[in-house]
């Protein structure tokens, strides 16, 4: 079975600071892994995806994320927050076997204060 | 990149009519497609995994003949709620996946659903 694990619903960052969205998954088989955002009565958009090659994935939006197999997690971290990255962040595991069907999390809504 | 779209965008329908939602790859044939259900401020729950050709494979507690689901060509799902209760409000949102994608699926823009 699989799971993914968000820690934190709500971060909050000032503009220009760091921003680090936790994610941890739990699978028995290799995993692929990825990141979602969705803004406000919209659909998801993908901002990275794990699919087993390297480890550290850079995504769209200046986002990145690193692959920890020994610590079970998926982190998503940006350098720099922008107001326009204000919104809902979903991390979801699936079978690196391709069956798409996705565990999702329960989100991180980032705030970005000014 | 391949494109899912949804329509409609928003609904609001009486209690007790039935609402149908429509999903579409635009550049793409879909083999599967997939359907969701998210609650304000909560994730994605699966509900269904809609295969052309062929019946709905659907999640544990939803129910099937409450929500119809149709997969009739590569390029469009339909989900239809059946006669449709205030419980039923929710964002419903599809996805879609290309072979050869390497697990990756593109999500429409979602359905928000209001029954009065």
């Known amino acids: 079975a699989q799971s993914v694990t968000q820690l934190g619903s709500h971060v909050s960052v000032s503009e220009g600071a760091l921003v680090l969205l936790r994610c941890n998954y739990s699978?028995?088989?290799?995993?692929?892994l990825f990141w979602y955002v969705q803004y406000p009565n919209q659909g998801l958009q993908l901002l990275l995806k794990?699919?087993?090659?390297?480890?550290l994935v850079k995504g769209i939006n200046g986002f990145e994320a690193e692959f920890k197999k020994s610590e079970t997690s998926f982190h998503l971290t940006k350098p720099s927050a922008h107001m326009s990255d204000a919104a809902e962040y979903f991390c979801?595991?699936?079978?690196?076997?391709?069956?798409?069907?996705?565990?999702f999390g329960t989100g991180t809504r980032l705030k970005v204060l000014a | 990149g391949a494109v899912v779209s949804q329509h409609p965008s928003w609904v609001i329908c009486k209690s007790g009519t039935s609402v149908k939602i429509e999903c579409r790859s635009l550049?793409?044939?879909?083999?599967?497609m997939f359907w969701y259900r998210q609650f304000p401020k909560q994730s994605l729950m699966l509900m269904a995994t809609?295969?052309?050709?062929?019946?709905?494979?659907?999640e544990q507690g939803v129910e099937k003949d409450k929500f119809l689901i149709n997969h009739a060509s590569l390029t469009l799902s339909t989900l239809t709620v059946t006669s449709a209760h205030p419980e039923d409000s929710s964002f419903y949102i599809c996805?879609?996946?290309?072979?050869?994608?390497?697990?990756?699926?593109?999500f429409g823009e979602g359905s928000r659903l209001t029954v009065l």
């Open positions: 979801a595991v699936s079978e690196a076997s391709g069956t798409y069907k996705y565990i």
């Open positions: 550049d793409f044939q879909a083999t599967t």
């Open positions: 809609s295969n052309e050709g062929s019946k709905a494979t659907y």
């Open positions: 996805s879609a996946a290309t072979s050869g994608s390497t697990g990756e699926l593109f």
């Open positions: 699978s028995s088989v290799p995993p692929y």
């Open positions: 794990y699919t087993s090659a390297a480890t």
